[in-house]
Structure formats: C-alpha cells, structure tokens
C-alpha cells in the first residue's frame, strides 16, 4: 500500500510541475532543477527505516551524478535549439552523459587510486 502512496504522490509532483512549466518554461525548468526527486527519494528511504548511513550514500551518490547531469541538459538545450529532433537531442545528451559518467569515473579512479 505504502508503495502506491509514494508513486501516487510523486507522480502528482511531477504532473503539478509538468503543467506549470507548460505555462511558464523558465521558471518551470527552476522548479524542475530543484532535486526534487532526490527529496523524494530520501524522504522515502527515511520513512521505510532505512539507515541514515545509507541515505548518506544516497545522497553523495546524487552529487556524483550532478556534473554529468549538467553536460545531459546543456547538449539537450543546445541541440533543440539548433532545431535538432527532440529524439535526437535526447539521445546527444544522454550519450554525452555516459561519456562524461565515464570519463569522470576513470579520472576519479585516477586520481585517488
């Protein structure tokens, strides 16, 4: 039951911001950076007793993800903007972020090991 409880919520979320950023792109997109899901997320893990050392993980996991996220989002904005198909864009930036997961990976292995 408590699963779809936090599905229903989040899926509200993302509808309520979904159609606010029909309205308004700018700041829907603000509202879209906020890490929302990472709130979520850690709301859910604390309220079905998970330890807080884990959310920490969770949570520095996220941080990781953040550089990565922000080379997806600039190729998926510059590609639409060049009038490249969302598909397309899409796929540029997921691959882009998969490089970059990668290479900053292996950087970070560099560097500490």
């Known amino acids: 039951m408590f699963a779809i409880v ?30 929302i899901v990472s709130l979520l997320s850690i709301l859910w893990l604390y309220t079905q007793g998970e330890q807080i050392d884990k959310i920490s993980k969770f949570a520095m996991g996220v941080v990781w993800g953040l550089p990565g996220t922000v080379v997806m989002l600039l190729i998926i904005g510059l590609s639409l903007r060049y009038s490249i198909h969302l598909f397309a864009s899409l796929g540029l930036g997921i691959g882009g972020w998969l490089i970059f997961y990668f290479a900053q990976d292996l950087v970070v292995k560099h560097l500490f090991s």
């Not at 919520?9 to 993302?14: F, Q, Y």
């Open 6 to 35: 936090k599905i229903l919520i989040s899926a509200i979320i993302i509808g309520v911001i979904t159609e606010f950023s029909r309205r308004y792109p700018e700041q829907g997109g603000i509202i879209a950076a906020l890490p």
